[in-house]
């Protein structure tokens, strides 16, 4: 029984950890919010969203490793205590997107 516990205590600390950020969903940003806007203008946005997705991106994977090991060590996700960067991540992957379909109804890329 004890043995029961103890193994759904390490799968409930392991779940608390901060997620990759492959695994996190784009949030939903209007494409509408870029039209108007000329090719050149979009590809600018495009590159400068494509950093921030990256930067954060970076952010939330090392969030991630120091979860994974403060969890093997201590048993706690430190995420869960100083936070994680999965909001920004998900925010600038629905940046790229809506950029991406922006450029796409510009005529931009076909």
């Known amino acids: 029984m004890i ?3 103890a193994l759904l205590a390490c799968i409930s600390l392991v779940a608390g950890c901060a997620t990759r950020p492959e695994s996190i969903p784009a949030s939903y940003v209007s494409h509408e919010k870029y039209s108007g ?3 050149g203008a979009l590809a600018l946005d495009l590159s400068n969203a494509r950093d921030e997705l990256q930067k954060y991106s970076k952010m939330q994977d090392t969030t991630a490793n120091v979860d994974a ?3 093997f060590f201590v ?3 430190v995420s869960k205590l ?3 960067h999965a909001g920004d991540v ?3 992957k ?3 997107e809506a950029v991406d379909t922006a ?5 931009c890329k076909k």
């Open 69 to 71: 090991a403060s969890v």
């Open 90 to 92: 998900a925010k600038w």
């Open 103 to 107: 450029l796409i109804k510009a005529g």
């Open 3 to 5: 043995k029961i516990i």
């Open 37 to 39: 806007r000329d090719c």
């Open 75 to 77: 048993l706690i996700p």
């Open 94 to 96: 629905g940046e790229v």
């Open 82 to 84: 100083s936070g994680d």
